[in-house]
């Protein structure tokens, strides 16, 4: 099993289905060994790249599902990740009832358990037809009251939630607008911040706000902050949130804005410097 998992993952060796199943059938074994099952949903997890038939997705999903209760917490983990690669790929729909157990992980007393179950929700809601029921569940809130939310490593999972809502459309950006207060994390890590301007990017590019005040008083600032970034994705962002809201924030570019805009009119990124160019030409016309 150890040489079956380190074959099936550094190359392109595929076992048959029929084998595939013979070691699905040991995941069912109560008597079999929990150290060899740990391989096992290495080894299936490595196959689900290839197409399989419907009937041992589904067979497949229910196994692993079943482990979740299993006492040890490598297999939980592990039966946990089979079931967001599954989603992931197979994109099928699943009951209100398990949208339950999965939130019941992600609020896991136990931080590695947690941050699985926060992957689940990433994987699920980059799918549009899951936002409805995702609102339903009333996921943003739930993912705010979770035991753990404190923990940077938590927190930033949940954001990473967030953002994927969010840019699920109209619907799934207002209703994140609508539950999270999001001006309470902006002194939040950077890669939580980096999170929040996707997420404000979403909420202009969806229309959710036709002006920055309406995050707060203290998103213009935010925002702008990025200008003086060296990653350029978030430079784009920023960039890119200040053109879609240009109109409301007329008062707001003064002599630093600016001056910071002409000096990224001559950024090597392409797409910077056309959007700076477009800017300083809004603030500027007659120039």
Known sequence: LKILNIVSKRTNFRIPYEKSLSLLSLL???????????????????????????????????????????????????????????????QFPISNDEIKLYYSYANSKYPGIAIDGLKFFMAYAQNKNNIDQIIEFNLVEQLLKISLFLNHKISQYAFYVFESISGQGEIGSKNVFENLTIC?????????????????????????????????????????????????????????????????????????????????????????????????????PSQ
Do not use: G, P, W
Not at 215 to 222: D, L, N, R, T, Y
Not at 227 to 240: A, F, G, Q, V
Not at 266 to 275: A, L
């Open 184 to 284: 309470n994390f902006f002194s939040y890590s950077f890669s939580i911040q980096t999170s929040i301007l996707k997420i404000i990017f979403n909420f202009a590019k969806y229309k959710i706000i036709n002006c920055l005040l309406q995050v707060s008083k203290e998103a213009f600032e935010f925002v702008t902050i990025f200008l003086e970034s060296d990653i350029e994705s978030c430079l784009l962002l920023s960039l890119n949130i200040i053109q879609i809201l240009q109109n409301s924030l007329v008062s707001l570019f003064n002599t630093e804005i600016t001056d910071l805009l002409e000096s990224l009119a001559f950024h090597s990124n392409e797409q910077i410097s056309c959007i700076s160019k477009s800017l300083l030409d809004f603030i500027h």
């Open 28 to 90: 069912k074994d109560n008597s079999f060994h929990s150290d060899y099952k740990t391989l096992i949903l290495r080894i299936i997890k490595h196959h689900i790249d290839i197409e399989m038939s419907e009937e041992v997705v589904h067979e497949i999903y229910e196994t692993a599902k079943q482990l979740l209760i299993h006492e040890n917490m490598s297999i939980q983990s592990l039966s946990l990740r089979l079931i967001r690669k599954l989603i992931q790929k197979y």
